[in-house]
């Protein structure tokens, strides 16, 4: 079945939260760790931005996680 | 280790390649199936481009795998 692109990036939101929350990080950590904004880091969180392949890899080095481990949730 | 944004997009676009070639796809049939060109699915895989989560999640669904497992490749 194919997976909804909207529903997809709502989940990765809330999975890439849950994962800089678990490493007490702030979102203003997550963004000087990777070098983009606050605001940003929050409208990736809340889907509001459908974000680049790049910047995935960043806030994984930043979050000391793999990639694909950012995608890696239960797909709803 | 961090890993680099420039290699990871080169290895995303060989796995990208590698699994559409394992389901005997063109690029014409994925582009087709994705709703995007021929061209954007060429540059994907030679990593010209720095492509978006919601366009993962349309080859995802073209190549009938998780968006996840297009991440899933040895870094290098």
Excluded: W
């Excluded at 790049?54 to 806030?59: S, Y």
């Amino acid at each position: 079945m194919d997976i909804s692109e909207d529903t997809f990036i709502v989940n990765l939101g809330i999975h890439v939260r849950q994962i800089r929350e678990k490493k007490g990080l702030s979102q203003q950590d997550l963004a000087d760790d990777c070098g983009i904004t606050q605001n940003q880091v929050g409208r990736i969180e809340r889907a509001e931005i459908n974000t680049t392949v790049k910047t995935l890899v960043r806030i994984a080095n930043a979050l000391d996680v793999e990639p694909k481990e950012l995608l890696d949730f239960p797909l709803k």
